[in-house]
């Protein structure tokens, strides 16, 4: 009888820097031709589970481990990596942490080289795998000037080039707009179905039951505390912790109290004077390249009291677009008046009183050898008192969830809390203005509504502008939605006005979810965009 490709038996590891197991007595076999959609709230191992698989556990983390990782009956244990990687192919949480080459083609031929294949033959497969992603177009393109979700592409070509008989996907859809998420999933549909198993780590749960996945683990505190049929899962997993579909959250709601209205931005009390004005972009156009403009004439003015959602494909400028609020950026024709001065004669750090920049990847950001004095630095820059950093500190842990982590190395910690350290850094400076790139990226559904529910509520800003590929989060958030494609703002407005035209989405490759739709048929009744739990109610 032929193995099974991957058999996981009484799997338990701890890491060395930290207490407490990771994962423990965690046993499962992956069959051929199948799609397993892993589950869970942020931190609770599932990251783990694919390092152990993979091989980088325990030759790159180390730790007390246990138990064992068969693949095709062999015990990883004993194999190099090079020979791993030829069964088991992995793309990462973050892309910048896999991404190496300079240029596209370098990237995805970067496995097949190591490996010693001959040049013919690694051409033709990394077409072949940059074509089956629909990016050909990357293929010349340096790897610095591309977004979040073009990097996550490339990542994956550069795997599928290598043609494993394993695929490990953790959170591939997370920095991917959502028509970019459809492909992606539907070319994981097909892979599986010519015969790969699959593991999928993801937090988009509603987006991967659209393909079906054979079977779902669901993941809790290191252990599984289900595997079976995607038809259960709504059965076992808090609705609060794991997004399910709208209808299947309101009909759980139901049972529950009503969720608690909360005051968005309190410090911003709205008035009629030309004070509202804080940040405007005065016919801006900007390009990296000299021949190639980014950012084309964009006109807009963010104002006390908004909580601006920013959508758009991947590559549409959306991050150029925000860099030039923060001063990161100068326009190459225009201006950006911040807080009445022009970006180009006010230093990054002037700004950074104004306004606080949280960035996609946090491994941008984090360097700091304990989480208290990642959020100390930026305060203390600012010249903040001794006796309030610490309370800052505090409140900003609090807020993300994290006041247990706050000795541990940032950098040790998994990409979710990660991303919510790098938020808290931010929050910790009391800028006025919140900026975030992705800010759900990585996160479970109570983490992230927990802490966007917190950040909405702080007095200390008077307004909010964030990037997301999430609609969802854009309809419950936000007041003001952007639309950004090609480098022109394409609409700019409620979010009713901007979410009701289907058609509009689409072009811009974003995807209408059973919450959008919920809301946009009881918008008579509602007045406004509500989270399901709240619909729940009405």
């Known amino acids: 009888m032929t193995p099974f490709p991957l058999v996981v038996d009484n799997l338990s590891f701890r890491y060395r820097d930290r207490q407490g197991a990771a994962i423990h007595n965690i046993s ?101 795998a940059l074509n089956f992603l629909k990016i050909t177009h990357l293929r010349n393109r340096e790897t610095f000037s591309l977004s979040g979700g073009e990097k996550q592409k490339v990542a994956l070509a ?48 509603e987006d991967v039951l659209r393909i079906n996945p ?29 997004k399910l579909p709208a209808e299947q959250i309101v009909e759980r709601a139901k049972l529950d109290p009503p969720p608690v209205a909360i005051q968005i931005l309190p410090g911003a009390t709205k008035s009629a004077s030309k004070d509202d004005a804080l940040v405007t972009f005065q016919d801006v156009a900007f390009g990296y390249e000299s021949e190639r403009e980014v950012l084309h004439g964009i006109n807009l003015t963010i104002n006390r009291g908004d909580v601006i959602a920013v959508l758009g494909p991947n590559g549409a400028g959306k991050t150029t677009f925000v860099k030039h609020a923060i001063g990161l950026l100068k326009p190459k024709s225009g201006s950006v008046i911040v807080d009445g001065r022009d970006t180009r004669e006010a230093s990054v750090a002037e700004i950074a009183s104004m306004l ?51 000795n541990d190395p940032p950098l040790a910690l ?55 590929h999430d609609v969802d989060l854009a309809a419950i958030y936000a007041n003001r939605v952007l639309i950004v494609n090609d480098g022109r703002l394409v609409a700019d407005g409620t979010p009713q006005e901007t979410l009701h035209d289907f058609d509009r989405l689409k072009a811009n490759r974003l995807v209408p979810t059973s919450l959008l739709a919920m809301n946009l048929k009881r918008f008579n009744e509602t007045g406004r965009f509500m989270r399901a739990e709240a619909l729940a109610h009405i």
């Open 28 to 128: 499962f076999e992956a069959k051929p031709g199948e799609v397993l959609l892993i589950a869970g709230a942020s931190g609770c191992g599932k990251t783990t589970l694919i390092r152990c698989i993979n091989g980088l556990i325990p030759r790159s983390y180390k730790g007390d481990m246990s138990g064992e990782v068969l693949v095709f009956g062999g015990n990883v244990k004993s194999w190099k990596l090079s020979q791993i990687s030829q069964k088991v192919g992995t793309v990462l949480q973050d892309p910048e942490r896999q991404i190496l080459g300079t240029k596209v083609l370098n990237e995805a031929a970067f496995g097949l080289e190591n490996l010693g294949m001959a040049r013919e033959e690694i051409f033709q497969r990394v077409d072949e």
């Open 158 to 205: 550069g795997v599928l080039a290598m043609r494993p008989s394993i695929l490990l996907l953790d959170e591939p859809l997370a920095s991917l707009d959502p028509a970019s998420a459809q492909d992606t999933l539907d070319a994981v549909r097909m892979l599986a179905d010519q015969g790969l198993s699959v593991l999928l780590v993801e937090h988009r749960v």
């Open 214 to 242: 054979e079977r779902v683990m669901f993941m809790s505190e290191g252990q599984v505390r289900y595997l079976g049929d995607a038809a259960g899962l709504s059965k076992v997993v808090d609705y609060r912790e794991v």
């Open 356 to 406: 606080g920049y949280v960035f996609q990847s946090p491994s941008h950001m984090l360097f700091a050898p304990t989480v208290h004095d990642e959020l100390a630095f930026g305060p203390t820059n600012m010249k903040h008192a001794k006796d309030q950093i610490e309370l800052e500190v505090k409140e900003a842990l609090k807020m993300v969830n994290l006041s247990e982590k706050e």
């Open 414 to 468: 998994s990409f979710g809390q990660q991303k919510r350290v790098s938020i808290a850094a931010i929050l910790a400076m009391r800028s006025r203005i919140l900026v975030m790139d992705e800010p759900t990226a990585g996160q479970d559904y109570q983490n992230y509504m927990n802490f966007m529910d917190a950040i909405l509520q702080m007095p200390a800003f008077e307004a909010i502008l964030f990037i997301t």
